[in-house]
């Protein structure tokens, strides 16, 4: 009896752990992937500079491919720059939406001269459901940030749908 009991008791305690790992995971908010081909619409008639409604000729729409990817330590989405580097725009499921990885969105903005000028890049991306997305862009131009401009934060609402 003491092997069998030997070899039932950390079988149990197994089960016992498994248990509420499955428990545990069964809870958790599942990530909404992000993947294959969007149009984002950046609501440009909304954006702001450092608080302030400014107007802009820039485009209001462009083509965004994600990919998702999860294991054990969560889910990533990742989108191609089409400004690179870096090759790739990074995000992590928090909280019931996407929120880019801190660090990994550095870029340049082109200013209205024609300059570039080094900027961080934050999006929040919600899902609305039906395969679609609510989102809000926080671009913090940093050094002497662009002539006229100086530094500050641009802010610009958009939505992303499935690509037709």
Not at 85 to 100: I, K, L
Not at 141 to 153: E, H, I, Q, R, S
Request: aromatic content about 10%; some cysteine; glycine content about 10%.
């Amino acid at each position: 009896m003491k092997t069998l009991y030997a070899y039932c008791l950390p079988l149990a305690i197994g089960a016992g752990i498994m248990g509420v790992t499955l428990s545990a995971s069964a809870t958790r908010t599942e990530p909404v992937p992000l993947y294959g081909t969007y149009t984002m619409y950046l609501d440009r008639a909304k954006q702001t500079f450092n608080g302030h409604l400014v107007t802009t000729d820039r485009p209001v729409s462009q083509t965004e491919n994600f990919t998702t990817h999860c294991d054990a330590s969560g889910c990533m989405a990742h989108s191609i720059n089409k400004r690179p580097p870096p090759a790739t725009f990074d995000y992590q499921w928090v909280n019931g939406q996407w929120e880019s990885v801190a660090g990994q969105q550095k870029q340049y903005i082109i200013c209205n001269d024609g300059s570039k000028v080094d900027s961080v890049k934050v999006d929040i991306i919600k899902p609305k459901g039906e395969g679609s997305f609510s989102g809000e862009r926080v671009i913090t131009v940093v050094g002497t940030g662009c002539p006229g401009d100086g530094p500050g934060k641009y802010w610009l609402p958009f939505t992303l749908t499935p690509a037709e």
